[in-house]
């Protein structure tokens, strides 16, 4: 990643580009519409002696909600280590030790290329499903703090990327000046330079949260029971009848839209307001 990459072209938010047509109306529409269906269906059920689909995804809501809430806590927590991970490791990339920059370099661009799903695997399946701990025996690792984990893996290298190009994109002529007034290189980087990589951060930061949360899905593969795992296991315990299908998996959408599409707007928001100049 290059200093480019930090490079915000105004034409982005030009009322022409599609994504600056989008309005909160969109969604709004959407979730009343979705919803509305779901209630209409679910009196004209009431008449009936076996639930229908939709029924029975009323039935299964709450349960369904609660996968959802661990979807979040596992993105939370997974989002704050990757980047207390991240940012040290990308400290660690922009050293002028070989002996340091190197192996920093390499970890980031290993978990950075490597498929989401096959470290989901590998952490999955190595790390055992308890420790033993000096003071507090033995721990046990329940599945869904393991996917978080791995989560975590491949955003901290990211992110590690994003602090990297980010100082690079300062120009030198500030390391010049604060050398010329006797700062050190880490009192360079702590007072000047950091700061200023913060705003430059944040749009991309959010972007790969948002990403980070739309990912935690796939711990479902593993049995984890978040909002699609619990939404399979209800359409098991209900029948598992075809038409189940299509409510479930369309209500997970539109959940995970509501929570998603509130972001990106911020995120666009935030990218109009930390634009760097070219």
């Known amino acids: 990643m290059n200093d480019e990459a930090f490079r915000i072209d105004p034409r ?12 909160w109306r969109h969604g709004l529409w959407l979730a009343l519409a979705f919803f509305g ?15 229908s689909a939709i029924g029975t995804l009323f039935i299964w809501l709450p349960f369904i909600l609660k996968g959802f809430g661990l979807n979040l806590l596992m993105s939370f927590i997974a989002m704050a280590c990757a980047t207390v991970l991240g940012v040290g490791l990308g400290l660690l990339q922009i050293s002028h030790s070989r002996w340091v920059s190197l192996p920093a370099w390499f970890i980031t661009h290993l978990f950075r290329n490597s498929p989401w799903l096959v470290i989901l695997f590998m952490v999955m399946f190595l790390v055992p499903f308890e420790m033993q ?31 990297r190009g980010a ?71 209900a029948g598992a ?16 839209f509501a929570y998603i599409y509130p972001i990106a707007l911020w995120t666009r928001k935030l990218e109009r307001k930390y634009v760097v100049a070219n």
């Open 12 to 23: 982005r938010f030009a009322v022409e580009h599609f994504s600056s047509r989008l309005h």
């Open 37 to 51: 269906s779901f209630v209409l269906a679910h009196a004209q059920s009431d008449t009936q002696r076996i639930p």
């Open 241 to 256: 009848r075809p038409e189940f299908l299509l409510p479930f998996y369309l209500f997970l959408l539109c959940l995970f």
């Open 167 to 237: 100082v690079n994109s300062i120009p030198k002529g500030q390391w010049e000046s604060a050398e010329s007034l006797a700062f050190t290189r880490a009192q360079t980087l702590r007072w000047i330079i950091l700061p200023q990589c913060i705003r430059r951060a944040i749009p991309p930061w959010m972007n790969w949260y948002a990403l980070l949360a739309l990912a935690t899905p796939m711990a479902s593969v593993l049995g984890v029971r978040e909002a699609v795992g619990n939404a399979q296991a209800a359409m098991e315990a």
């Open 133 to 163: 701990v000096p003071g507090l025996g033995i721990v046990r690792l329940p599945d869904w703090v393991k996917a978080t984990f791995a989560f975590s893996l491949p955003v901290m290298a990211n992110i590690s990327e994003i602090l």
